[in-house]
Nanobody
């Protein structure tokens, strides 16, 4: 059973910074994608950033240049450094782990951590 445990959310003023962490435990393929998604009130969950085990990153356009995703494969942990935060970044942020086996896709989610950007 795979578990994802997130930490690092909170309340921050506009222009501030936060760092989210997500540690994965259990048994899963070393070839995988870990990432962050967010869901604002009344809206769908959307991609923020992803990082493949091979080293490829992908960002949603509105966070490019402000957010940085990184990962420590030895610790099975992915991070999201968020700088220059804006009120529109307010959302619940979810960590995600995705990998594939023949004929099956495995997808796991963390419990979510609240990020609130407000003065």
């Amino acid at each position: 059973q795979v578990q994802l445990v997130e930490s690092g959310g909170g309340l921050v003023q506009p222009g501030g910074s936060l760092r989210l962490s997500c540690a994965a435990s259990g048994t899963f393929s070393p070839v995988n994608v870990m990432g962050w998604y967010r869901q604002a009130p009344g809206k769908e969950r959307v991609l923020v950033a992803t990082f493949t085990s091979g080293g490829t990153t992908n960002y949603e356009d509105s966070v490019k240049g402000r957010f940085t995703i990184s990962r420590d494969n030895a610790k099975n942990t992915v991070y999201l450094q968020m700088n220059s935060l804006k009120p529109e970044d307010t959302a619940v942020y979810y960590c995600n782990l995705n990998y594939w086996r023949p004929n099956r896709n495995y997808l796991y989610w963390g419990q979510g951590t609240q990020v609130t950007v407000s003065s």
